[in-house]
């Protein structure tokens, strides 16, 4: 049974950095995986923000978080994560883990398997 489970959220400080883990349980990474990172806040849409292929290494981001988030993976731990810096207030969010096949990454409709989320809180 596959499993994502994500932690590393909390509150921060605007300016301030987060680091978020996803922690995958019956997957490979050998196997070109698709591994993003959504967010939700309250009253909006579900985002693509961050993502990752495991075998080709390419990773892709949104606008509004390149050059101050990256997304990384570690092989022999099948975890992913998502550094976070220069975080401000419209960064606050349910932050979510997804696994997936395929393009475009920032398409919902790649991902087939979700972690429950973790919550990203930036004060002003």
């Known amino acids: 049974q596959v499993q994502l489970v994500e932690s590393g959220g909390g509150s921060v400080q605007a300016g301030g950095s987060l680091r978020l883990a996803c922690a995958t349980s019956?997957?490979?990474?050998?196997?070109?995986?698709?591994m993003g990172w959504f967010r939700q806040a309250p009253g909006k849409e579900r985002e693509a923000i961050a993502a990752?292929?495991?075998?080709?290494?390419?990773?892709y981001y949104a606008d509004s978080v390149k050059g101050r988030f990256t997304i990384s993976q570690d092989n022999a731990k099948n975890m992913v994560y998502l550094q976070m810096n220069r975080l401000s207030p419209e960064d606050a969010a349910m932050y979510f883990c997804?696994?997936?096949?395929?393009?475009?990454?920032?398409?919902?409709?790649?991902?087939?398997?979700w972690g429950q989320g973790t919550q990203v809180t930036v004060s002003s």
């Open positions: 990752i292929y495991t075998t080709e290494g390419g990773t």
């Open positions: 019956g997957l490979t990474f050998r196997s070109s995986i698709l």
């Open positions: 997804a696994a997936g096949r395929g393009a475009p990454w920032y398409s919902r409709a790649r991902y087939g398997i």
